[in-house]
């Protein structure tokens, strides 16, 4: 009974200082964390006509972290220096020390990405395209069994099911041998994996880190600002990244979703060393254990590859150039033939739909590929709000007939691609720590644009006729949840 009056009393309580608590948060959004007018509007639209819910809302996902600075060493900030400063006098002086056209032509690029984030530019590379999950998981077994030195692993979101199992039981093997192991996990993304999981891992002698723990009971802390990051190293020699996680839905055995069409990337090469920083980075900062102080982690290679060039790039709320959604923007500026995009939630930002509208008035192909059925059904409507935005424009635009599409990526002009763990959307900007590969190379982009080709046939296009035509019920869909889009 002293429960129940207790919770009649919180109720009251909110219910006569509701105008004051609005106005308090209200003041904090304008003032203190949100920069961007849209994302402001739509909080006070949130609070002021939805009041309890809207509180309830900001408190859970409003939190601000920008230029928070969570993950600064000072070690790799020194080893890095003397490179990126290089790098930038070459460019500078037009002397880029690359036999790439392609990385001539984009160094203003390659440029921007060193002086925001020390994203240093590697060429002695080897990329490998995965876009089916049983042929993505046969690789990284293959490459884990034959690990000799470390392990490092990092996903979103893990399930407690025959793919984990499979990959489980190989790290154990791996350890057994002598190989380290690590695996990082967002403790949000992996909410369905038991504690015991995670006891007995480290019990095999595993090293477990979770990113933003949850409180007891597996309440999230946060439920923005999630590790999006889907990274393995294996001796410093091969990297994965891209936008498979760890589930059977993955290599297509749930009926919700059917076949799953993604994409991955398995490197070789310099480029490794960087994913190998930024999952050190991620670990240092979960565990508190520092890597930088084993430079057994960082020593590269001397294998010999084609002339490849390939930055990795990051970003997340504690920096403050939201640098995927920049390397988005500046790509599709500098495209004069083409541009492909597939993404599961487009959700862009007024910069970017309105550069992909000005390309495609201006005669560039643009083409977007987003999947025939939802996983989050808000964020789907929104998305399909802004496909008639492009189609407007005279962009084309299809939906993936063919099961669920998570590829996330864009290719320029057959030159230059991008592809990784960011969404084309708002959270992936702004919310959410992603990172993506951008790849010059002619060889590699044209198989993406390929890929992309292959897609178009197992899907529909949506022309603006058809579009037009759709129901009153979809219509007022899109606009409720276009006008939360910045939440979303």
Request: charged share 25%; hydrophobic share 45%; with cysteine.
């Amino acid at each position: 009974m002293n429960v129940l009056e207790n919770i009649l009393t919180l109720w009251r309580w909110l219910l006569d200082h509701l105008l004051f608590i609005n106005l308090i948060l209200s003041i904090i959004i304008i003032f203190f964390n949100r920069k961007d007018p849209k994302t402001v509007w739509a909080w006070l639209l949130l609070l002021y006509f939805i009041p309890i819910v809207g509180i309830v809302f900001y408190l859970v996902f409003g939190q601000d972290m920008h230029r928070s600075r969570m993950f600064r060493v000072k070690e790799i900030e020194d080893k890095l220096n003397f490179t990126i400063k290089s790098q930038e006098e070459f460019i500078r002086g037009h002397e880029l020390d690359t036999t790439s056209a392609i990385a001539q032509n984009y160094s203003d690029l390659i440029l921007y990405n060193l002086e925001i984030s020390g994203a240093v530019y590697t060429q002695n590379n080897d990329v490998t395209i995965l876009t089916d999950g049983e042929e993505k998981f046969d690789l990284l077994m293959k490459e884990i069994e034959q690990a000799e030195k470390y392990i490092h692993i990092q996903y979103y979101i893990i399930r407690n099911d025959e793919v984990f199992d499979r990959i489980k039981k190989a790290l154990i093997l791996k350890v057994r041998e002598g190989v380290e192991v690590r695996v990082l996990f967002d403790s949000m993304g992996c909410k369905s994996v038991p504690r015991r999981i995670w006891k007995q891992l480290f019990a095999a002698g595993i090293k477990i880190g979770e990113f933003f723990p949850s409180l007891p009971g597996r309440i999230p802390v946060r439920v923005n600002y999630r590790n999006h990051r889907k990274i393995v190293v294996i001796d410093g020699k091969v990297g994965f990244v891209g936008g498979f996680n760890i589930g059977k839905e993955y290599i297509s055995k749930d009926v919700k979703f059917g076949y799953w069409r993604d994409t991955h990337l398995r490197i070789a090469g310099s480029a490794v060393m960087a994913l190998q920083i930024r999952f050190a980075l991620d670990w240092n900062y979960a565990t508190k254990e520092n890597l930088f102080l084993n430079s057994d982690y960082f020593i590269e290679e001397e294998v010999k590859f084609e002339n490849l060039g390939i930055q990795i790039i990051s970003s997340g709320p504690d920096s403050k150039y939201n640098l995927i959604h920049d390397n988005y923007l500046r790509m599709i500026h500098k495209a004069k033939k083409n541009i492909y995009i597939q993404t599961p939630y487009f959700i862009p930002d007024e910069s970017i739909l309105l550069a992909l509208r000005i390309a495609a008035k201006s005669g560039i192909d643009v083409r977007l590929m987003i999947p025939c059925k939802p996983d989050h059904p808000f964020v789907y409507w929104a998305t399909y709000s802004y496909m008639g935005d492009l189609l407007d424009a005279g962009a084309k635009c299809y939906i993936y007939e063919n099961g669920f599409l998570h590829a996330k990526g864009v290719t320029v002009d057959g030159l230059v691609c991008c592809y990784g763990t960011a969404n084309m959307d708002i959270r992936s900007f702004e919310l959410n720590f992603e990172v993506n590969a951008v790849i010059y190379d002619e060889k590699t982009t044209r198989e993406m644009e390929d890929v992309f080709r292959r897609d178009m046939k197992k899907s529909k296009r949506i022309t603006m006729a058809e579009y037009t035509k759709r129901s009153f019920i979809i219509r007022v869909k899109e606009q409720c949840f276009r006008l939360l889009s910045p939440l979303l």
